[in-house]
């Protein structure tokens, strides 16, 4: 095991790594069954198709090769329609409770430690009290199904005024109300960083750490993003790291991780619990997906090595 894979539990999106995933399930099954192959990384970051036997495959897969999933809820969720959570249709929340919860019995089955959230679509400033209050109400129930599993939710912002527009945008907001919903009993939801997202909520690694330390973090996210318009990778498209036009590469990253070791996420001393930190990205233009996923294991590994030696951590 190397200095890396001592302190961090590394993990990646196969749906990501192979974007038909989202539209053919067996696309999705296949993604899995070829990131099994990858050795450096330990965890999926993904759903679970409906179909029962599409499912089970996927799960014998994962347990075969010893990967853990990471379970990410589909965007169904943060769509306007039947499955809205904070929808003004009573039926459309209910419904979207559901299938929540459907989610979490998927999550059991393949005994994933945790579940990512997002929000629901954002409707302007005026109607958000009212939007999050549902979405509190909705969020309650849902980590209170999940408890009886043991399955740990993690509240992933997502940019709220262009892009996506989703509810839960700016950090200070997301901590607000995972502080709020822990107070209320919910002690198995917690904060997620989506380091990726940052640029395009057009916040900053000391904005972002600043606002999580009031309530910690469980979970991490990290990618790069493209703020050209011109390019194929703008906006919120998960673009691999160090692709042109990115705004993180190696030297981004190595202060990302400079961070999360000065915050104490990631040990110091190899052997503790390790830092759960995943990536969410596309391959390289022009490179298949095995050898895009290989060279940003290096890439992170090369930037975490550069932080711990910069900080004097061996």
């Known amino acids: 095991m190397t200095q890396f894979d001592s302190r961090v539990c590394f993990g990646?999106?196969?749906?990501?790594?192979?974007p038909a995933s989202f539209e053919d399930p067996l696309v999705h099954l296949t993604a899995i069954e070829i990131g099994c192959h990858y050795p450096h990384y330990e965890t999926f970051e993904t759903y679970l198709p409906d179909d029962r036997q599409l499912r089970?495959?996927?799960i014998r897969q994962m347990r075969a090769?010893?990967?853990?999933l990471h379970y990410n809820t589909p965007g169904v969720f943060q769509q306007d329609g039947p499955y809205n959570p904070c929808s003004d249709e009573e039926s459309f929340r209910r419904q979207a409770l559901e299938l929540m919860k459907k989610q979490v019995d998927f999550a059991a089955e393949a005994e994933a430690?945790?579940?990512?959230l997002t929000g629901a679509p954002d409707k302007g400033p005026e109607r958000r009290p009212e939007l999050l209050?549902?979405?509190m109400d909705y969020l309650l129930q849902v980590a209170e199904y999940a408890q009886k599993f043991g399955i740990m939710i993690v509240i992933e912002p997502i940019e709220r005024h262009r892009f996506k527009k989703i509810l839960l945008g700016p950090t200070t907001e997301c901590v607000a109300l995972i502080l709020d919903a822990q107070k209320q009993g919910a002690a198995n939801v917690h904060m997620m960083l989506d380091i990726g997202h940052?640029?395009?909520?057009?916040e900053t690694l000391d904005q972002m750490f600043s606002a999580v330390a009031?309530?910690?973090?469980a979970h991490v996210h990290m990618g790069n993003a493209v703020l050209e318009p011109t390019s194929v990778f703008y906006g919120h498209t998960h673009p691999p790291i160090g692709v042109q036009g990115g705004v993180f590469d190696v030297p981004e990253l190595t202060e990302q991780f400079v961070r999360m070791f000065e915050c104490g996420y990631i040990p110091r001393t190899p052997g503790g619990e390790r830092a759960r930190i995943s990536l969410e990205v596309r391959p390289y233009p022009g490179s298949d997906e095995g050898t895009s996923i290989q060279l940003m294991y290096e890439k992170t590994r090369a930037a975490c090595d550069a932080a711990a030696a910069r900080l004097g951590i061996y």
């Not at 090769?65 to 853990?68: N, Q, V």
């Not at 430690?113 to 990512?116: F, Q």
């Not at 009031?214 to 973090?217: A, I, N, P, V």
């Open 214 to 217: 009031s309530c910690g973090f």
């Open 133 to 135: 209050k549902r979405y």
């Open 65 to 68: 090769s010893g990967k853990t």
């Open 113 to 116: 430690p945790l579940m990512v």
């Open 56 to 58: 089970e495959a996927c």
């Open 12 to 18: 990646f999106s196969p749906t990501m790594l192979f």
């Open 198 to 202: 940052l640029p395009l909520m057009e």
